[in-house]
Structure formats: C-alpha cells, structure tokens
C-alpha cells in the first residue's frame, strides 16, 4: 500500500512501541540490520522537489474532485515525524511535504478505486480488526487516551480500518506476487555486505525497583530498602524470573520474567549498559541506580561483533525483496489510476 501509514497502523505501532524504562527515552531498541532491511523501505525521493509555498493554501489538492486540505497534509506530516522521532529538517521540507502529499493522493485514488469496484468488507472482519487494535493496549482507557491525543474518534477509527481493508482487498487482486529466487537473495546479501554486520550485544533480564521522578528523598530510600531486600532474595538463589513479575516496575518487561532480548551498547542508560556488558553469562549485578531506579541485572547470553549468515537472514532478505517487487507494482498501479483520474495540485 502506499507508505504513508494511517492512522490505524500507527495506533498500533503507538501500543506496540518497546520503550522499558532500561531504555533511554530518547533512543529505541534497534532490529539488525536484516530486519531493518526488510521492516521498512525508505519514502521516496522526489527529484527535483519544487519550492513549496511558505504558507500552504487551505486546500493542496483535489482528486476526482475531493479536495486534500492543508490540515490533512500537516497532520500526515506530524504522523511522519512522529515516527522519526524528529521534525523534518529545513532543507528536506520540500522533498518530504511533496512526497507526503503524493502518498496523500495515491490513497484517495485507491480509495475510489475500491468504490468503483464496490468493494466490501464484512464488519464482522472489521469489528475483529478494532478488536485487534484494542487488544494491544494494556487497558481501555489507554486505547481511548491515545484515540483523543491524535484527534481521532472510535467512529473515524472504524472508517479508516475499514477503508485500509478495502485497498488492502484491491491490491491483492490488482497485483500479481514476483517470485523471488534463491540467487537473488544471494546476490542482494553479498552486494550489501554492511547491512549484516552485527556489533556486541548481550541479552539480560531485569528487575526494577523504580524511583518516580522527583522522588522526596524518603521516598528514594523506600525504593533503595525494597531493592536490597529483594537482590537478598536473588543471591540467596531465588527464582530470577519469578521474582521479576512479583516485585519489578518495568511493566514492559516484568510479565516476561525482566526478560528484555538483545540489546547493543547505545540502545540503553548509561549505568544499566555498563553493567549488563560487563557481566558474564548467568551472573547477576549487585545494585545498579540509574535515572529510573535501581535495577539487579542478570545477563543470559552474549555475543560478540559478527557478520550474520546468509543462513539466517535469508527468510527476511526475501521477505525485504518481496515487498520491494509489491511496493513497485503498487506505485504502477497508482500511476495508473492517476492517468485515468482527474489530480490537481495547488502547491
């Protein structure tokens, strides 16, 4: 479909995100570079970007007579910084604002499309896709909390669920799936040598004792107390796992036993990455504080800088050039409707 990610997928990227407090606030756990690979193609460069007015028009375009205003470009724009994490750079204001508002276009087009073929979707399917949504949220009133703070209602969430089943519906049947071979995922992971290189990284489990921002000291020494107590219980040789989902605050990781995965030097806070890379397997840390609390680390495993085998990321490779072959046949069969549409653009 086309790359700019409505708000449906966003919701659930929103309730998905892994964001422990081990982690740096400003920094996301990274995939390898396979999985980054074959998670996400990049947004197409429009070459050369024409100026783009300071001030943008009340309404940027019209397709088949339906208009995209100013408020629907800037907030899919808000959308594409929310998840860079940044805002668009002042020389790159051009190139992404057109490249947004084509994506815009291309979902319009399809939308009719899906209408002219009276596509349908049954609710049953849609009330199961909501449900899906909802059920990545850790209660109701987060789900409902993240609807209001993107502006977005239960009702326009079902609209656009059931609008992103239907072109999801079109293109299956529009485009015909390109057979990748074995020698092409060979010849994509010998040409792109730096993309499977894999630093050190370790794989740890954790237990938090969190210390609130702001802490009164009194509260700060309870915390400590509760900590030492329960790093006793741990050397004495209690169960990690268990003591994990009885006693730590990290709700990200504490139903998993403290488990949180792989991770590579820079994806975590200072005092926590200095710890868990200088433990050996099976040890557990004493103590460590950090901006969240004090922590008892244990590490699993550790692996040290590699390059990975074609063995093991020949599934994503061609997972990657799969939707390398769809994302062009999509982009064709836009053109398509665009030639045959009716498209103003005002910017």
């Known amino acids: 479909?086309?790359?700019?990610?409505?708000?449906?997928?966003?919701?659930?990227?929103?309730?998905?995100?892994?964001?422990t407090p081990a982690a740096a606030s400003s920094e996301q756990v990274a995939p390898t570079p396979s999985e980054a690979q074959a998670a996400a193609p990049?947004?197409?460069?429009?070459?050369?970007?024409?100026?783009?007015?300071?001030?943008?028009?009340?309404?940027?375009?019209r397709v088949n007579g339906e208009a995209i205003s100013k408020a629907d470009l800037e907030t899919a724009v808000s959308q594409l910084e929310a998840r860079a994490g940044q805002p668009?750079?002042?020389?790159?204001?051009?190139?992404?604002?057109?490249?947004?508002?084509?994506?815009?276009?291309?979902?319009?087009?399809?939308?009719?499309?899906?209408a002219a073929r009276k596509i349908?979707?049954?609710?049953?399917?849609?009330?199961?896709?909501?449900?899906?949504?909802?059920?990545q949220f850790p209660s109701e009133e987060?789900?409902?909390?993240?609807?209001?703070?993107?502006?977005?209602?239960?009702?326009?969430?079902?609209t656009q669920a059931r609008e992103g089943m239907q072109i999801d519906t079109l293109l299956r049947t529009a485009i015909t799936a390109t057979p990748v071979t074995p020698e092409q995922v060979t010849a994509f992971y010998n040409e792109n040598p730096g993309e499977f290189q894999q630093p050190e990284r370790v794989r740890a489990s954790h237990i938090l004792i969190g210390v609130p921002e702001g802490a009164d000291p009194v509260a700060k020494?309870?915390?400590?107390?509760?900590?030492?107590?329960?790093?006793?219980?741990?050397?004495?040789?209690?169960?990690?796992?268990?003591?994990?989902?009885?006693?730590?605050?990290?709700q990200g990781s504490a139903p998993n036993g403290g488990d949180l995965g792989f991770f590579e030097r820079g994806q975590m806070v200072g005092p926590f990455e200095q710890a868990a890379f200088a433990l050996a397997p099976a040890q557990t840390s004493d103590l460590v504080e950090s901006p969240f609390g004090y922590h008892i680390i244990k590490v699993a495993e550790k692996e040290t800088s590699r390059t990975i085998p074609i063995a093991e990321v020949r599934p994503q490779i061609q997972q990657f050039l799969e939707g390398q072959s769809r994302e062009q046949q999509t982009q064709a069969f836009v053109g398509s409707l665009r030639a045959k549409g009716k498209v103003e653009v005002f910017i």
């Open 142 to 158: 987060a789900f409902s909390q993240t609807l209001g703070a993107r502006g977005m209602t239960l009702a326009g969430l079902r």
């Open 88 to 114: 668009v750079p002042p020389e790159q204001r051009d190139r992404v604002i057109r490249g947004v508002l084509d994506e815009l276009i291309g979902y319009r087009l399809l939308r009719f499309e899906t």
């Open 120 to 135: 349908v979707v049954p609710e049953a399917e849609i009330d199961a896709r909501i449900g899906e949504i909802r059920a």
């Open 221 to 250: 020494q309870q915390a400590l107390a509760k900590a030492m107590e329960v790093l006793k219980e741990v050397k004495a040789g209690g169960d990690f796992a268990a003591l994990a989902k009885q006693h730590s605050t990290d």
């Open 42 to 61: 990049a947004v197409p460069e429009v070459t050369p970007a024409a100026p783009v007015p300071a001030q943008l028009p009340e309404i940027v375009a």
């Open 1 to 19: 479909m086309t790359r700019i990610v409505p708000f449906v997928v966003i919701l659930v990227l929103t309730a998905c995100s892994r964001n």
